[in-house]
């Protein structure tokens, strides 16, 4: 036979779970940013670097 859980338990593994959603969700679009920010930053020092290897065309 199942044990039952009782009301405040199953309130207390609600709120632990909300807690744990917003924490997960507060912290992806920081990760997002900073990966973005990461890729942007290769790409302008390839650019640079390759600006870097031709001359100025006159």
Do not use: C, D
Request: hydrophobic share 50%; charged share 20%.
């Amino acid at each position: 036979m199942a044990t039952e859980r009782s009301a405040g338990q199953r309130i207390g593994h609600f709120l632990l779970f909300v807690l744990l959603a917003i924490v997960t969700l507060g912290l992806y679009p920081l990760y997002f940013w900073v990966s973005r920010t990461e890729e942007q930053n290769m790409l302008l020092a390839e650019i640079l670097a390759e600006l870097k290897r031709r001359p100025l065309a006159s």
